[in-house]
């Protein structure tokens, strides 16, 4: 689990190992055309279970 602020760090980095990432979009729309998260969920508890049923 990590909890970042970095699209390219942080969501690209998980995409160059080969791990999922979950973006918590919180009414903000995804914008970066290079990489994109594996899972976008619109509040916390929607993170944790996608994290907890990986």
């Known amino acids: ?6 699209p390219e760090a942080d969501i690209g980095g998980a995409a160059a190992v080969g791990l ?5 979009h919180r ?3 995804w914008s970066d055309t290079r990489f994109a998260p594996t899972r976008i969920v619109d509040s916390l508890i ?3 279970s996608v994290v ?3």
Do not use: N, Y
């Not at 999922?20 to 918590?24: A, D, F, G, R």
């Open 1 to 6: 689990w990590v909890v970042g602020d970095s």
């Open 20 to 24: 999922p990432s979950v973006w918590l």
């Open 27 to 29: 009414g903000r729309s």
């Open 46 to 48: 929607a993170a944790v």
């Open 52 to 54: 907890l049923s990986s």
